[in-house]
Structure formats: structure tokens, C-alpha cells
């Protein structure tokens, strides 16, 4: 990846938990070049549980399953590059 120029990453989901046995994990000399280029990454689902688990979170079942449509908004000052030219808020569908 250090060739290419990233301008963003999208850590996306998968049928793990980052606290299984073999479970996938973005590699130190990643996150490395993350922090040193300052790119801005997007956990989802598993990819969320990533960087919660890597930079010190826990990470615990949800009380509830998360399934069907649902809007989402963005914050209050929220001004990532990852949602530029997106709308405030966004029709999804939610698959836990």
C-alpha cells in the first residue's frame, strides 16, 4: 500500500470478533502509515470493533440486533473528508 496514494481507508465488516482466535487485524506497519500520511479511516462493523480494539476501547455485544432501514445523520461539525458532497442525512439499511 505505501506506493499508492491513499487518500482514505474503509475498514469494512465481516463475521468476526476482534477477540476470536485468529481474527484479522490491520497489521502495525499500517497503522504506521495512517498515522504519518494523517489519512482518515472509516470503521464499519468489524472494521469499527478494529479501531476501537486497537486504540484502546472495548468492544461488547450490542443489547439489542440492528436490522432494516434506519436514517442516519451526521454530527454537529462533523467535516471529514470521507462525507464531503454526501447529504446531512442518508437512508441506509442495517444488516446485524
Not at 469494512?12 to 504519518?36: D, F, L, Q, R, T
Not at 468492544?59 to 451526521?74: C, D, I, L, N, W
Request: hydrophobic share 35%.
Amino acid at each position: 500500500l505505501a506506493p499508492h496514494n491513499i487518500t482514505a481507508i474503509i475498514l469494512s465488516g465481516g463475521p468476526n470478533s476482534v477477540y476470536e482466535e485468529g481474527a484479522p487485524h490491520v497489521s502495525p506497519e499500517i497503522w504506521k502509515m495512517i498515522k504519518e500520511r494523517s489519512i482518515p479511516v472509516l470503521g464499519i462493523c468489524y472494521g469499527m470493533q478494529e479501531l476501537a480494539h486497537v486504540f484502546g476501547g472495548k468492544v461488547a455485544p450490542g443489547q439489542e440486533r440492528e436490522y432494516g432501514k434506519a436514517m442516519v445523520k451526521r454530527i454537529e461539525g462533523c467535516d471529514s473528508k470521507l462525507f464531503e458532497g454526501l447529504p446531512e442525512e442518508n437512508q441506509m439499511w442495517m444488516s446485524h
